[in-house]
């Protein structure tokens, strides 16, 4: 598993988890890593990226501002701070990379078809 994805678990609204990526292949030091999520019944969705030394990140509209994105780049982990949790935050979160994987093309339709690295998934349940 090149990815390991953790931090996953039942919240309640308003809740602040922290989901954990961890990685074990040098190269992806060197690449921009992202979140996306699958809520129950539909697509993966982009949620955020950071760039490969943590200087520069994207959100996705429905989680700018309650959201956050950093990578701890000695310890090969990018992190996703969760905050004020909704109900429609519920979902399975992953981390992926891929060389392909910049600023523009996260947030192109059918991002997640073209990226190979990915995370085995974490669920996040939010419980009101």
């Known amino acids: 598993v090149q990815l390991q994805a953790s931090g996953g678990g039942t919240v309640q609204a308003g809740g602040s988890p922290t989901l954990s990526c961890s990685f074990s292949?040098?190269?992806?030091?060197?690449?921009?890593m992202g979140w996306f999520r699958q809520p129950p019944g539909k697509d993966r969705e982009f949620v955020a990226a950071?760039?490969?030394?943590?200087?520069?990140?994207i959100y996705a509209d429905s989680v700018k501002g309650r959201f956050t994105i950093s990578r701890n780049i000695p310890e090969n982990t990018v992190y996703l701070q969760l905050n004020n949790l909704k109900a429609e935050d519920t979902a399975t979160y992953y981390c992926?990379?891929?060389?392909?994987?910049?600023?523009?093309?996260?947030?192109?339709?059918?991002?997640?078809?073209?990226?190979?690295?990915w995370g085995q998934g974490t669920l996040v349940t939010v419980s009101s």
């Open positions: 992926a990379t891929d060389p392909w994987l910049n600023f523009t093309s996260a947030r192109s339709m059918g991002v997640s078809d073209r990226l190979h690295y």
């Open positions: 950071v760039s490969w030394n943590g200087g520069r990140t």
């Open positions: 292949e040098p190269t992806f030091r060197s690449y921009v």
